[in-house]
């Protein structure tokens, strides 16, 4: 199969540079339209991917980013391996503004958003107990290493619902749970991309404290933007350097992200709607008597 590298960008990260053949284009899926057109091209003569997951502009709130809808814009793409990044604030003092880390477990606050591409009439249950892609993630690590930033390899995001802020208390919780770094936006994303059997992996370009640092002031946006604009240089080397490490075909993952779905549906052949069975064509058709 061939590879295609999907990346979604997050705050501060709105484009990347040097696609030949660079081209915005408008997807639809049954799930909806997607964050923004993908801009699509070739990297190093990989197939590239490319969704602000706010929108240009700046446009959805964490809640009402359609994560079901790029989720299935980037299958519907081909995309076969998926980068997520996403701007964070740091739990722990050894990450500082300004570091990278490449998430690798997630605690899921978030409860106002459409978390499943399964529904009545096709029931779907995979598991996220390894939420990222270890393949994908060692070379995000790698990737971020060649760009001279300090990187930090695994770490557990809260995804929290935002739109505000934590307060000191939230925060202070998170840090006793041993969080390392909070965001809005990483849940569902990666769950959904676990139903769409894609490789995903998490950079986080750590902006902030917070709110628990006594050293530090509260997270605003104004310090979120001007760190992430720092970075969003680093993050967009990082993208490049990508096609170089994961060159050749896409194989069956050793880590199973391929194949979430082999075990997946509950539904009986015989009571699966028919509907429900169009609509979820593309994210697993795999796996369905169609
Ligand atoms: C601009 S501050 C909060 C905002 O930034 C992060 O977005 P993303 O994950 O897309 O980089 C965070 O999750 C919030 O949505
Ligand atoms: N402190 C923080 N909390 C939630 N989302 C963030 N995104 C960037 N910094 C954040």
């Known amino acids: ?12 990260v709105y484009q990347i540079d040097g696609l030949e053949g660079a081209e915005w284009v408008t997807v639809d899926t049954p799930f909806g339209a997607p964050s923004d ?11 590239m991917a490319f969704l602000p997951r706010h929108g ?7 809640t009402t980013v359609p994560y079901r809808a790029n989720i299935a814009a980037m ?16 739990l722990k003092e050894a990450y500082a503004p300004g570091d990278f880390l490449i998430v690798d477990q997630y605690i899921d606050r978030t409860f106002a958003r459409e978390k499943t591409f399964f529904g009545p009439g096709l029931v779907g249950h995979v598991s996220v107990a390894h939420p990222v892609c270890s393949r994908l993630s060692a070379a995000c690590t790698q990737a971020a290493r060649g ?6 390899e695994g770490g557990t995001y809260v995804a929290m619902e935002g739109p505000q802020f934590s307060t000191k208390a939230e925060s202070e919780l998170y840090r006793h749970w041993g969080a390392d770094v909070i965001g809005m936006t990483g849940m569902p994303e990666a769950k959904l991309a676990r139903e769409a059997e894609l490789c995903y992996a998490c950079v986080a370009m750590i902006t902030d404290y917070d709110c628990w640092h006594p050293e530090h002031d509260a997270v605003d ?9 720092k970075n969003a240089s680093k993050a967009r080397d990082l993208v490049t350097a990508l096609p170089a490490l994961l ?7 050793a880590s199973g992200c391929t194949h979430a779905l082999d075990s997946a549906i509950m539904t009986a052949p015989d009571g699966r709607d028919a509907q429900m069975k169009e609509k979820l064509k593309t994210i697993a058709g795999r796996v369905l008597d169609l």
């Open 221 to 229: 946006v104004a310090q979120v933007v001007a760190v992430a604009q």
């Open 147 to 152: 760009t001279g930033v300090t990187v930090h």
């Open 247 to 253: 060159k050749g075909e896409a194989e069956a993952c």
């Open 37 to 47: 057109a993908v801009l699509t091209g070739t990297l190093d003569g990989v197939r």
């Open 56 to 62: 240009r502009g700046h446009v959805h709130t964490p």
């Open 1 to 12: 199969m061939e590879r295609v590298i999907g990346v979604i960008g997050g705050s501060g």
């Open 75 to 90: 299958k519907q793409l081909g995309v076969t391996d998926l980068v997520a990044v996403s701007a964070v604030g740091s």
